[in-house]
C-alpha cells in the first residue's frame, strides 16, 4: 500500500517538525500541577476530511479562579489510529493560554478522511482520558452514512445527564448540539443537584458554572465519544436575550455576554477562527460531511431583532396574537442580514444530496387557540414570521437537494412537515423537521402540546414529557430518526428506548411516515 505508506511518511514528518518547533506565543511555563489537571475532560469538534479541532482545559481544582497559574503552559497532544497509541500518526504542542482559563484549542491536520482516531493530552507528567474522533469522508463521496446524534437544553439541576452516556454508547459518528449547554439560573424544586452559583454575570462567574457542568462524567463521554458541532440558545448567556438586549434592560448588557461568550468559547471544541473582531463569534458556517451531507450550522441569538411586543418594561419573550401589528414588521430578522445572505449562498452553492440545518428552535408555526385568534411564543420563529418566509423563500430557490430542518430549545420531540407558505397547509411541502427534546430541562404541559398539536395540522408527533436525544441515520436515499428518550432523570441509570421513529426518503421532501 504505497499511498498509506507515503502518507504515514508525511505525518510523521510534519509531526516531528511541529514537535521540535513548537510556535509558541510566548515562553511556556513548565507543567507542574498541585493535582491531576485533566478534570474536564477532552472533546474534539469541526471534522473536516483532513483535520480536526482537539480541545481540553487545565484544571487542577476547577472550581478555583485563579486556575493552575498566570503562564500559559504548554500542552502535547497525540492523534493514534489505535487507543493504545502504538500507531500515532501526529503530534504537536499546544498552548494552554492562561487568558483563555488554560483552555487548549489544538487544530490537527493530515489526516485521512472518513476515518476514527484516539486522542490525548499530556502535561505535567499526567495524561487526559483518551477521547474518539472522526474525519469527515472525502469530498465526492456519497457512499458513506452519516450517524448524527441531535442534543440540547441541559439543565444541571434539572436532571443527571444519563442520556448523554446513553448518546455516548450508540458511538455516533457526530454530536449536533444546538443550545442551552448551561443554564445561567437556578431552578426551585424538582432539583437532582445544585449549581454553585445562581446568576453569573462575570467572566469568572461563567468560568464556574461551565467547570461545574464539564466535571459531569456523562457529559465527559458525549465529548470524547465523537466530535461535536455546537451551537449556542439563549441560556449561555441569560434566558430570551435578543443580540444585545437581555430581559431585564441591564444597560450593562452587552458586557455581560461578551464575558458568556468568551466563557462559551473557553469550555467548547470550535475553532479559534469563529474568533472575529469587534467581539462577533461566528458560530454559524457550513460542515461538508464528503458529498452525502451539508450540515449549515445557524446561530439565531446574537443577530437577531428584538421580540416583538414584549411585557411593559422588560425585553424578551411573550406569548402574543394579533393585536401585535410588530409581528409582521417583513424587516424583521432572526439570523442578521449577513448570515441570511451567507446562508442562501451557502444554500444556492450546495451540492451535497442532504442539506441539514442545524439551528436553535422550532421552526414551523405552533400556535395555539384564543379567543382573539392564534396566539404566539415571540422567541422562537412564530415571533419573525418574515425571517422564515425569507429561510424558505431562500431554500426553495437554491433547489438544495432533501432539506432536513434540526433543531432543539422547546424541550420537547416535534417531528413535522415544513410547507413553502409555513402557515398555508395546502402549500407544498419543502422539508421535514426534527425538532429534538432535551437532555434534562424540564418540557411544558401535554396540555398546551396538545392544543399545539390540535391547531397545526403539519405537526405530526408532538411530545415534551419525556428527556433524551434524537439519532439520526442518513444514507443515500433515506434518512432515519429515532427519537430517543430516557425513563427518568431523576434516576443516574435510566435506562433509553425509542419513542418513535420516522423517515425522510431522498426526493421526496417532508415525513414519509
Ligand atoms: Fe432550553
Ligand atoms: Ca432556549
Request: net charge neutral; hydrophobic share 40%.
Amino acid at each position: 500500500m504505497p499511498d498509506r505508506r507515503v502518507f504515514l511518511q508525511r505525518a510523521f514528518a510534519v509531526a516531528a517538525t511541529a514537535f521540535v518547533f513548537p510556535r509558541l506565543a510566548r515562553a511556556a511555563a513548565p507543567a507542574k500541577f498541585s493535582a491531576y489537571p485533566f478534570t474536564l475532560g477532552v472533546a474534539s469538534g469541526s471534522p473536516v476530511a483532513d483535520g480536526i479541532l482537539l480541545w481540553t482545559r487545565l484544571a487542577p481544582d476547577p472550581f478555583d479562579a485563579e486556575g493552575p497559574g498566570r503562564d500559559d503552559i504548554e500542552v502535547r497532544w497525540e492523534v493514534a489510529q489505535d487507543e493504545k497509541f502504538s500507531r500515532i500518526v501526529r503530534r504537536g504542542t499546544a498552548l494552554a493560554v492562561a487568558d483563555r482559563a488554560h483552555a487548549v484549542h489544538a487544530e490537527v491536520d493530515g489526516l485521512e478522511p472518513g476515518r476514527w482516531y484516539h486522542y490525548r493530552f499530556l502535561a505535567g507528567g499526567e495524561a487526559s482520558a483518551t477521547g474518539r474522533t472522526r474525519t469527515a469522508p472525502a469530498p465526492g463521496r456519497d457512499d458513506d452514512r452519516l450517524r448524527l446524534a441531535l442534543a440540547s437544553c441541559q439543565h444541571y439541576e434539572q436532571g443527571w445527564f444519563v442520556a448523554h452516556r446513553h448518546l455516548a454508547a450508540e458511538s455516533p459518528d457526530l454530536v449536533a448540539f444546538v443550545g442551552d449547554y448551561i443554564y445561567e439560573r437556578s431552578r426551585k424544586g424538582g432539583r437532582v443537584r445544585t449549581h454553585r452559583l445562581d446568576n453569573p454575570r462575570t467572566l469568572v462567574g461563567y468560568r464556574l458554572h461551565y467547570a461545574q457542568y464539564k466535571t459531569d462524567p456523562d457529559l465527559q463521554a458525549a465529548h470524547a465519544c465523537a466530535p461535536w458541532l455546537c451551537t449556542w440558545d439563549d441560556h449561555e448567556v441569560a434566558n430570551d436575550y435578543a443580540n444585545d438586549r437581555g430581559q431585564d434592560l441591564d444597560p450593562a448588557f452587552l458586557e455581560r455576554r461578551a464575558a458568556a461568550y468568551r466563557a462559551y468559547f473557553e469550555h467548547l471544541p470550535l475553532r479559534p477562527s469563529v474568533l472575529r473582531e469587534g467581539g462577533e463569534y461566528r458560530l454559524y458556517g457550513a460542515h461538508a460531511w464528503g458529498s452525502l451531507v451539508n450540515l449549515l450550522v445557524l446561530d439565531d441569538r446574537q443577530y437577531r431583532a428584538h421580540q416583538a411586543c414584549p411585557r411593559a418594561g422588560r425585553g424578551g419573550s411573550n406569548v402574543v396574537g394579533p393585536s401585535c401589528t410588530e409581528l409582521a414588521r417583513p424587516g424583521r430578522t432572526l439570523l442578521g442580514e449577513a448570515q441570511e445572505r451567507w446562508l442562501d449562498g451557502a444554500l444556492a452553492g450546495s451540492k451535497a444530496r442532504w442539506n441539514l440545518l442545524v439551528q436553535q428552535t422550532l421552526l414551523v408555526p405552533a400556535g395555539t387557540p384564543s379567543p382573539e385568534g392564534l396566539k404566539h411564543w415571540t422567541d422562537g420563529w412564530d415571533g419573525y414570521p418574515w425571517a422564515r418566509r425569507r429561510l424558505l423563500d431562500s431554500l426553495a430557490r437554491s433547489r438544495a437537494a432533501n432539506p432536513v430542518v434540526l433543531g432543539g430549545d422547546v424541550h420537547a420531540n416535534y417531528v413535522a412537515d415544513v410547507h413553502a407558505d409555513p402557515e398555508d397547509p395546502a402549500s407544498p411541502i419543502v422539508a421535514a423537521e426534527f425538532c429534538g427534546t432535551s437532555i434534562t430541562s424540564e418540557g411544558t404541559s401535554a396540555k398546551r402540546v396538545a392544543a399545539i398539536r390540535a391547531a397545526n395540522p403539519h405537526i405530526h408527533f408532538a411530545d415534551a414529557s419525556r428527556r433524551g436525544y434524537v439519532a439520526i441515520d442518513a444514507g443515500r436515499d433515506r434518512l432515519e430518526a429515532r427519537l430517543r428518550v430516557v425513563d427518568s432523570v431523576h434516576q443516574p441509570d435510566s435506562p433509553v428506548s425509542t419513542a418513535a421513529t420516522f423517515h425522510v426518503e431522498a426526493g421526496r421532501p417532508g415525513i414519509a411516515g
